[in-house]
C-alpha cells in the first residue's frame, strides 16, 4: 500500500471548516447577481425618462419663446402702421369723439371687439379713404378695413368695404385709443393707441408689454 498517496489525497481534500473564495467567470471578475441588474436597469430607465422630460420640456419652452417673440414682433410693426395712418386722421367716426374727451381711454373688454374708424387723406390725386382698424378679441386678430365712402357712423360693423379686411397682426389680446388734453400738448391735437401682444390660456389673457404711441392729428 502507498500511504504516501493515500496522504496526499486526504491532505489535498478541503475540510469542513475552510472558506470558498467568489466564483469568477472566465474573465476573472466577480459575477453579479439578478437583484444588481434589475437595479441598474432601473436607475438606467429613471436617467432616460428624466432627459427625455427635459428635452421636451426645453422644446416646449423653445417654441413658446419663438411664437411670443414673433407676435411681440408683428404687434409693433402694426403699430407702426397705425399710428403713421392716425396722423392723417381728418375725422374720427368711431367711437365718439366725446368719449375720447379729458384722456380717458376707449378700450375693448377682455376678449371684446373693438373698432376705430376715421377718414384720411387719400393717396394724390385720389379723394379721402375711410379706414377702419377692427381688433376681435376672440380670434386675437387685429385687422385692417377699407370702407366704401358713404359709410354710416352708426353701423361700424355692417359698413360696405372696398377690399377684404387685411390681417395686421395676431396674437393680440388688448386694444385701447384715447385722446390727450389738448392743454398738455401746448395746445395740438394728439391720438394715443395702446396694443398689447400676447397669448390667452385657461386660465385667461396673458399681456405682454404694451405698445404704446402718440401721434400729433393736426386737421382732427
Do not use: I, K
Not at 110 to 131: A, I
Amino acid at each position: 500500500m502507498n500511504h504516501s498517496s493515500d496522504s496526499l489525497d486526504q491532505g489535498s481534500r478541503p475540510g469542513p471548516g475552510s472558506v470558498r473564495g467568489p466564483r469568477r467567470g472566465r474573465s476573472g471578475l466577480p459575477g453579479q447577481t439578478l437583484f444588481e441588474v434589475l437595479v441598474a436597469l432601473g436607475l438606467m430607465g429613471l436617467v432616460l425618462a428624466a432627459v427625455g422630460e427635459l428635452s421636451v420640456a426645453a422644446r416646449h419652452f423653445f417654441a413658446r419663446s419663438t411664437q411670443q417673440s414673433a407676435c411681440f414682433r408683428e404687434a409693433a410693426l402694426a403699430c407702426f402702421r397705425m399710428g403713421r395712418e392716425l396722423r392723417m386722421c381728418r375725422e374720427l367716426y368711431h367711437p365718439d369723439p366725446v368719449v375720447l374727451e379729458g384722456g380717458r381711454p376707449w378700450m375693448a373688454s377682455p376678449g371684446g371687439n373693438l373698432v376705430v374708424v376715421f377718414r384720411r387723406q387719400g393717396p394724390p390725386t385720389r379723394p379721402d379713404q375711410v379706414v377702419g382698424f377692427r381688433f376681435d378679441g376672440q380670434r386675437q386678430v387685429l385687422e385692417r378695413v377699407l370702407y366704401h365712402p358713404d359709410f354710416s357712423p352708426g353701423n361700424p360693423d355692417r359698413g360696405h368695404f372696398l377690399e377684404p379686411p387685411r390681417r395686421l397682426a395676431g396674437g393680440v389680446v388688448g386694444m385701447a385709443l384715447w385722446s390727450p388734453d389738448p392743454a398738455c400738448r401746448h395746445g395740438s391735437r394728439f391720438l394715443g393707441l395702446e396694443l398689447v401682444p400676447g397669448q390667452t390660456s385657461d386660465s385667461g389673457a396673458r399681456r405682454g408689454q404694451p405698445l404704446r404711441l402718440e401721434v400729433r392729428v393736426g386737421d382732427l
